[in-house]
């Protein structure tokens, strides 16, 4: 009786950490290629002061990727692209993407061409390892004349060719403007949805920054499925300074958006970079504010 008491509760340990596994397994199935990471103007400040320690501290608090928000005379926070990527690679953090904005002198008409400034993006995102080089917005200048933000959507195109040949993707990351200005009859977003090829430029949705615009992410996921396969994870409360927007960012499920509900249906739509950011940090340190944020994404299931 002992031994078969013995067998049965081996067999039984057995079978439910084999259902375990098998759960573990296809859940990690089902998540492939999905990624979770911080875009590092959350904590600009710190990475201005210390870049290095900044890094490493968010590869100790768990962070594996990043997104840079500073490339400058080919550099990023000071280094170059093959003395980034060896300090990227030593602190086990990879760069899927990154923020550059475009704009018209990075077009030469006489050569109906992109100027060696662009090319260099492009490359040094290469060296870097990124997958996605990224317009994080656009002159305001552009955005008055609708033959101009044609003419500024047809680079995009053309930038996503370029990056198309050395294994990427060109994207741009929306603000609020997008969705509370309009050239001829159409809110400046329909307008980049439309004019952009989405096999050429992806679309990365900031949740956040919308609310300022009026627009809601949910509203916007389901007017276009499947367009958005980068993300901005932000969430938002009221802000109590008129001097600036009326809504500032704050820690994830603090605020006033539906995260979880967006980046679930987000997932399920094909995002597969969910990027965390933060501006606002309601007295604590940006540091701990990133560190909170990726709890609550682990939290849930990201």
């Known amino acids: 009786m002992k031994s078969s008491r013995r067998s049965f509760l081996k067999n039984s340990a057995l079978t439910l950490a084999g259902t375990a596994f098998l759960k573990q397994s296809l859940f990690a199935a089902s998540r492939k290629g999905e990624l979770t990471g911080i875009q590092l103007y959350s904590v600009r400040d710190d990475m201005k002061l210390n870049p290095l ?3 490493q501290q968010l590869s100790k608090m768990g962070y594996v990727h990043v997104e840079h928000a500073n490339y400058v005379d080919r550099k990023f926070y000071g280094w170059n692209a093959k003395e980034f990527r060896k300090v990227l690679d030593d602190l086990g953090l990879k760069m899927p993407s990154g923020h550059t904005v475009m704009r018209f002198t990075h077009w ?5 061409d992109f100027t060696d400034a662009w090319k260099y993006t492009v490359e040094d995102a290469v060296v870097c390892g990124q997958h996605f080089v990224i317009s994080p917005s656009m002159e305001e200048s552009t955005r008055k004349n609708y033959d101009d933000l044609r003419k500024l959507l047809d680079m995009f195109n053309k930038s996503g ?20 200005e309009s050239l001829n009859g159409k809110k400046l977003f329909d307008i980049i949805l439309t004019e952009t090829d989405p096999k ?3 679309q990365q949705l900031d949740i956040g920054n919308m609310i300022n615009g009026g627009a809601k992410a949910l509203d916007i996921m389901q007017k276009y499925p499947g367009r958005f396969v ?9 802000s109590d300074d008129s001097k600036k927007e009326e809504y500032i960012s704050t820690i994830l499920g603090a605020g006033i958006i539906p995260v979880k509900e967006i980046i679930d249906l987000g997932r399920k739509w094909g995002t597969t970079d969910f990027i965390i950011e933060q501006e606002a940090y309601q007295g604590k340190a940006p540091i701990d504010c990133a560190k909170e944020d990726l709890i609550v994404m682990k ?3 990201y």
């Open 230 to 238: 980068s993300m901005h994870v932000k969430d938002e409360i009221r």
């Open 200 to 202: 050429l430029v992806i």
């Open 53 to 55: 320690n900044t890094l």
């Open 108 to 112: 030469d008409d006489a050569k109906k």
């Open 299 to 301: 939290k849930w299931g």
């Open 161 to 180: 060719e370029l990056c198309q040949r050395s294994g990427m993707k060109f994207g741009y990351h929306n603000h609020d403007f997008e969705f509370k």
